[in-house]
């Protein structure tokens, strides 16, 4: 008879979907996350495409499905260390690390205030700061301020103690250890954007109106660095003209040599906040291809219905900045026009790709591109990104199969 | 539609180009990062993304008449940045080759020449011609005595082979020239803005100083390298005409004798300057000589080095960077064994010799060689054109 347990490995909506269509038919699942918030990437968002409703609305539904569910248990800042045993019973030992605030925490701020240390927000990817400690952001499950030890510049410092009314922070917490037993263990560990730096030729990092299409979405988001206004860095000017460079490092050998299925969808997605926000705004998409498979074609229609978003075949190869101004300068091949063009841009968007968060671990077998087909042992899945690139949609339908996995793994064993 | 477009792949060609070693082409999806990265690449119908699709699709007929593959200096950027590995730099290169196979005269010694499997034969004809003449002429052995090159193999047969097929060769050229000219003249909308001898002359400059080749960005030594062949050649070419002038013109038979009561008296009774004239020519030839092996031997290195960027060098260009090389290594050793009085072996390596510069001479409207007058052709058209990058 086998632990009618399964450990979801990562609490993204993949990892959540799994946990909670596991739990509501009667299993118990733990979901572990190594952020101090469940939602991953999809948290990050501003929308969903292609209807461009706001993910949170997605995330809120599940959240309020797991809080009551006594089946599901959730760790956040959770690693799994160590896996051991068999399809039936398997036993993981879980790292967790201190929050350094408890559950009594109301999200009141007043330690944040009296915080003397601020630091990159990671969460905006460095776009703004935060304090030591902090909410991780407005929306996050839980509801429940972090503290960044290793940033704290004094380690006798006890303001955010003191200003705390309710008891919450407790600097004394240490990391723990925790031993589990389960059944069968699913992998949704999702993914983390191509490091845009290693593309020499696209000038991100060195020209400054450069950025990726994940900062996009946090700039974009009402709860973001910017309160939703797309401003360029440089000099916080509006954007009036914006170019997409498609596949910056996706289906090149010398990057990631397969598409992320999602950057062509989300580049379309996002030349809309620009044009919703600058009715004088012009936009241009510089591609490949344009993969919009199955209905998302018709959402490729809407956007070629607009006169102001240009889609032009050819991949950018060159980003320069113009130093006077600070516009970013882009040369491609126009392909069916035939010339080179050099087009002067308030800010460029690169649409980089996903890179699978794990892809090294012994007790799992990986596919060429580094993404996680399965454990090496019978009872252990992967879904969502970490099992290969896919949109929110097919992430959802693809755990909630996963989840069906898992538990045929359980009755088997 | 009412304007219809109809390709016809040439598979044949395809199948060619595959097998000389541009198997990449079909990796190529036409992102069009290559025409942004080359340095050499003109904004309007930059290559070589064109050229890649042409290629894929088998139009020889449109590619015979690219001026642009010309452009091109095979300096691989465009393949350190192909995110599919379809290597347009290697691809291109073979697409010259295919294009001096294709307008060369008669089309059979294009075959023989432009092979690499005909290497040996393409070989074996200046040997069996040889042997021939000096069978025939009695001349067949090792003479005795001194080592004097023309006791072996006189002067006078030499020049009688190689004058008449130097100037068939230089006359074969020249119809493979004029049809390429023809098929550049012939192969798009854009028309000539520019005169010719203008154009011509820009292109030489450039062509001296090295100006496009020193552009490339991943392998500015290869510049280096091609310089000290290209001055290699001109000054062994003016060393031949030096001594053709000798011989023909004022009758000096080589090696004169700087102490000649005629050559004296040319020189009004001195000896010195005649003799200060033959140690300027030797000293002349032997840099000149010395360039091109260093030059050779730089070509092939800098073809193995490991460049951040893998590429392929086809078998016709090894022969070529081979041949240069064996010219040069045998004139050289030929001197020396001369010098240190090994008559076999220096009568033998002079043979040798002979037959490379067969070799070279002979076969040069269909050998890598072709490229120096394809590409001054081309480059001077498209500036004719107007459509050359700034330098």
Redesign the interface.
């Known amino acids: 008879m086998s632990v009618e347990t399964i450990l979801i490995v990562g609490g993204g909506i993949s990892g959540i979907t799994a946990a909670v269509e596991a739990a509501e038919v009667g299993y118990n699942t733990i979901l572990v996350e190594t952020n101090p918030y469940l939602g991953g990437r999809v948290a990050q968002l501003n929308k969903y495409f292609p209807k461009l409703c706001p993910p949170y609305c997605g995330l809120e539904m599940n959240f309020r499905r797991i809080k009551p569910n006594p089946r599901i248990t959730v760790y956040t800042m959770t690693e799994v260390e160590n896996v051991s045993g068999q399809e039936g019973d398997y036993t993981v030992k879980l790292k967790v690390s201190p929050r350094y605030v408890n559950e009594k925490c109301t999200a009141c701020n007043a330690c944040a205030e009296a915080c003397p240390v601020e630091t990159s927000n990671d969460f905006n990817f460095g776009m703004d700061r935060t304090k030591a400690i902090h909410l991780p952001h407005e929306m996050c499950y839980p509801m429940r301020y972090v503290l960044d030890r290793d940033v704290c510049t004094d380690s006798s410092c006890d303001k955010c103690v003191q200003a705390c009314k309710y008891d919450a922070i407790d600097l004394s917490m240490k990391p723990e250890t925790v031993e589990i037993n389960v059944g069968s263990i699913v992998y949704a560990t999702g993914w983390k954007p191509y490091e845009a730096e290693k593309m020499d030729n696209l000038g991100f990092g060195s020209v400054k109106n450069v950025i990726t299409n994940m900062m996009m979405e946090r700039m974009a988001s009402p709860n973001g660095p910017t309160k939703g206004r797309i401003l360029r860095p440089s000099d916080n000017k509006e954007v009036k003209k914006v170019l997409f460079a498609q596949c910056a490092g996706s289906r090149d050998e010398n990057h990631l040599n397969y598409c992320s299925a999602i950057c062509c969808m989300a580049s379309l997605k996002q030349a809309t906040y620009i044009r919703e926000q600058y009715p004088d705004s012009k936009v241009v998409v510089s591609y490949i291809d344009l993969r919009t498979p199955g209905k998302y074609e018709d959402f490729l229609n809407r956007i070629e219905g607009d006169e102001n978003i240009t889609l032009m075949k050819g991949k950018v190869a060159k980003i320069e900045e113009d130093p006077g101004t600070g516009d970013v300068i882009v040369t491609a091949e126009d392909v069916e026009g035939g010339e080179k063009i050099y087009e002067k841009v308030d800010m460029v968007v690169l649409a980089t790709g996903m890179v699978p968060s794990v892809s090294e671990d012994a007790s799992l077998n990986f596919e060429e591109n580094g993404f996680i087909l399965a454990g090496k042992s019978p009872g252990v899945y992967s879904t969502g990104v970490a099992k290969r690139p896919s949109d929110v949609t097919s992430s959802i339908q693809d755990a909630t199969g996963a989840a069906l996995k898992s538990i045929q793994s359980l009755v088997r064993s | 539609m009412a304007d219809k477009t109809v390709f016809t792949p040439d598979m044949k060609f395809v199948r060619e180009l595959r097998e000389a070693g541009a198997d990449t082409m079909k990796k190529c999806?036409?992102?069009?990062?290559?025409?942004?990265?080359c340095p050499l690449?003109?904004?309007?119908?930059?290559f070589p993304?064109?050229e890649m699709v042409m290629a894929q699709w088998g139009l020889k007929d449109e590619l015979v008449k690219s001026a642009d593959i010309w452009l091109c200096h095979n300096c691989n950027d465009c393949s350190k940045?192909c995110?599919?590995?379809a290597k347009p730099g290697d691809v291109l290169s073979i697409l010259r080759k295919s294009v001096i196979q294709e307008n060369a005269f008669p089309k059979f010694m294009g075959k023989i020449a432009g092979d690499p499997k005909n290497i040996w034969q393409a070989l074996a004809i200046p040997v069996v011609l040889y042997i021939i003449v000096l069978a025939v002429t009695g001349h067949l052995g090792i003479p005795e005595g001194e080592v004097v090159f023309s006791k072996f193999f006189p002067v006078h047969y030499i020049d009688q082979i190689f004058v008449p097929l130097s100037a068939l060769a230089v006359l074969m050229f020249a119809i493979s020239i004029s049809r390429f000219w023809k098929n550049l003249g012939g192969s798009s909308e854009m028309k000539p803005k520019a005169a010719f001898l203008p154009s011509f002359i820009e292109t030489l400059k450039e062509i001296m100083t090295h100006a496009k080749f020193r552009k490339c960005d991943e392998s500015k030594d290869r510049a280096v390298a091609h310089m000290l062949v290209f001055y290699g050649f001109i000054g062994l070419a003016i060393t031949t005409a030096w001594a053709v002038f000798n011989l023909y013109v004022l009758q000096w038979e080589s090696p004169y004798p700087a102490n000649d009561p005629d050559i004296v008296a040319l020189f009004g009774g001195s000896e010195t300057v005649p003799m200060i004239i033959r140690v300027v020519f030797k000293i002349f030839a032997n840099i000149s000589a010395v360039a091109l092996l260093a030059g050779g031997g730089l070509v092939i290195a800098n073809r193995l080095k490991e460049r951040g960027v893998e590429t392929v060098t086809s078998t016709f260009d090894w022969v070529f960077a081979g041949m240069v090389l064996l010219v040069g290594a045998t004139g050289m050793l030929a001197q020396m064994f001369r010098v240190l009085d090994f008559a076999t072996i220096a009568y033998l390596t002079y043979f040798m010799h002979l037959v490379f510069v067969f070799y070279i001479i002979i076969y040069i409207p269909y050998s890598k060689l072709a490229h120096f007058v394809y590409r001054t052709v081309a480059i001077t058209y498209t500036k004719m054109l107007q459509r050359d990058v700034e330098m």
């Open positions: 999806y036409q992102c069009a990062t290559c025409s942004v990265v690449s003109p904004d309007d119908k930059p993304r064109k940045y995110p599919r590995g």
